[in-house]
């Protein structure tokens, strides 16, 4: 994998990224079905969706500085193997609490995402990085809009167990391109990294790893909000059935799509600093023009959907050079800068999720949720001009 342009080794990485996506969202129609066949509540059974998201975030903690260590390698085919055997430990589960146990195991998958990111940036340099990141978020924004589809056929013909046996020919399959495809790419920087307390102490006190890491944050947390937010609007307010509510939730995917694309198309020859700020500006516009109408009292879907697109097209613009800034600033270290900021985003996902499912129990309005995103999409906005500023052109390399 010596060059970046390779084709195999990129399709490998964009697979590892993708799924972790499809084991979230894809077996999601089968919910309601799964809760009564274990005889659970709904809300019992949601669990399987926030506790695979805790692990996910703490495994990527302690994959980081282990994958700096010792190699991509070995902790990607050691995460690969857990998946393979908690998948099917999901698919043969006859009682909840079985279930549970698996499917949070399943959660090691993550550590793909993390560490695709950091054998980029171990190949290329920081802009060429972001570039890279552009194309396979772009790659990778299809799999939220086809999984759920896929999983409800699945679910219908042959049942929820069958979703899982799909993650364990998926996951049977990556380890093996990963075996292949994927020599190691960390070079010199495995073997070489800190201990555990000291790599995540050079992070956690980088003002600048905090920066580009909340601007991710607060980014993603817009999605978050719009994801648990949308169906009470959609529902209680505009009266939208579940299919419109679905093909509604799928412009911010949409608008991610072509940001990603002119993430990869300008990364390369752009300063990523101004490219993250335009990217929350196009956000924070979209926003306001969709709240200022929402407030005239003109509330309809197209309004409300055609605002969100441009959330999705700043996170675009924004995600593939805050990545790579991240893990650029210690390279030996960037596979636990990956992983520490994916933890991060993960963890002010859920508790934006919370507050707004929270918020939308009270107000399940309109222009209550945009205005939720809103504050989130001008907090990242605030960060991005306040780093844009301060940052040296020389702090990290490939600038």
């Known amino acids: 994998m010596a060059r970046a342009s390779d084709s195999k080794p990129i399709l490998t990485l964009i697979l590892l990224t993708s799924v972790p996506l499809l084991s979230l969202n894809m077996f999601l129609p089968s919910l309601g079905v799964m809760a009564g066949e274990f005889r659970v509540g709904y809300d019992t059974m949601s669990l399987a969706v926030s506790g695979y998201l805790a692990f996910t975030a703490v495994i990527q903690i302690l994959a980081g500085p282990v994958a700096d260590r010792y190699g991509r390698r070995p902790v990607l085919l050691a995460s690969l193997a857990l998946f393979v055997v908690a998948s099917v430990g999901c698919a043969f589960a006859v009682s909840f609490e079985a279930f549970l146990f698996f499917r949070v195991l399943q959660g090691a998958v993550v550590t793909g995402t993390a560490l695709s990111r950091a054998i980029?940036?171990?190949?290329?340099?920081?802009?060429?990085?972001?570039?890279?990141?552009?194309?396979?978020?772009?790659?990778?924004?299809?799999?939220?809009?086809?999984?759920?589809?896929?999983?409800?056929?699945?679910?219908?013909?042959?049942?929820?167990?069958?979703?899982?046996?799909?993650?364990?020919?998926?996951?049977?399959?990556?380890?093996?391109?990963?075996?292949?495809?994927?020599?190691?790419?960390?070079?010199?920087?495995?073997?070489?990294?800190?201990?555990?307390?000291?790599?995540?102490?050079?992070?956690?006190?980088?003002?600048?790893?905090?920066?580009?890491?909340l601007i991710m944050a607060f980014s993603v947390g817009g999605f978050f909000a719009f994801i648990?937010?949308?169906?009470?609007?959609?529902?209680?307010?505009?009266?939208?059935?579940?299919?419109?509510?679905?093909?509604?939730?799928?412009?911010?995917?949409?608008?991610?799509?072509?940001?990603?694309?002119?993430?990869?198309?300008?990364?390369?020859?752009?300063?990523?600093?101004?490219?993250?700020?335009?990217?929350?500006?196009?956000?924070?516009?979209?926003?306001?023009?969709?709240?200022?109408?929402?407030?005239?009292?003109?509330?309809?879907?197209?309004?409300?959907?055609?605002?969100?697109?441009?959330?999705?097209?700043?996170?675009?613009?924004?995600?593939?050079?805050?990545?790579?800034?991240?893990?650029?600033?210690?390279?030996?270290?960037?596979a636990s800068a990956s992983g520490l900021s994916g933890a991060v985003v993960v963890a002010v996902g859920a508790a934006v999720t919370a507050v707004t499912g929270h918020v939308m129990e009270v107000q399940p309005r309109a222009e209550v949720l945009i205005g939720l995103i809103l504050v989130l999409a001008l907090a990242s906005l605030a960060i991005a001009v306040w780093i844009a500023r301060r940052r040296p052109g020389n702090m990290v390399a490939g600038v």
Not at 233 to 259: D, K, N, W, Y
């Open 228 to 334: 648990s937010g949308i169906p009470f609007v959609a529902g209680e307010q505009l009266g939208l059935p579940e299919s419109r509510i679905g093909l509604g939730m799928a412009t911010i995917t949409v608008g991610f799509l072509f940001g990603s694309f002119l993430s990869g198309r300008y990364s390369a020859s752009r300063d990523l600093d101004k490219m993250i700020v335009f990217g929350r500006i196009m956000a924070n516009l979209g926003l306001l023009g969709c709240l200022a109408v929402l407030l005239a009292g003109w509330v309809t879907p197209w309004s409300l959907f055609s605002g969100i697109v441009f959330v999705g097209f700043g996170n675009g613009l924004t995600m593939p050079g805050a990545s790579s800034l991240v893990m650029f600033m210690r390279k030996e270290l960037s």
């Open 120 to 213: 980029v940036s171990d190949i290329a340099g920081l802009k060429q990085t972001a570039s890279i990141l552009g194309y396979m978020a772009m790659a990778m924004s299809l799999a939220p809009i086809i999984g759920p589809s896929i999983g409800g056929f699945l679910g219908e013909i042959a049942g929820w167990r069958a979703n899982f046996w799909v993650f364990t020919g998926a996951g049977v399959g990556l380890w093996v391109l990963v075996l292949v495809q994927l020599p190691e790419t960390a070079g010199g920087n495995a073997g070489s990294g800190s201990d555990f307390v000291q790599s995540y102490l050079e992070l956690l006190t980088n003002l600048h790893f905090w920066a580009y890491t």
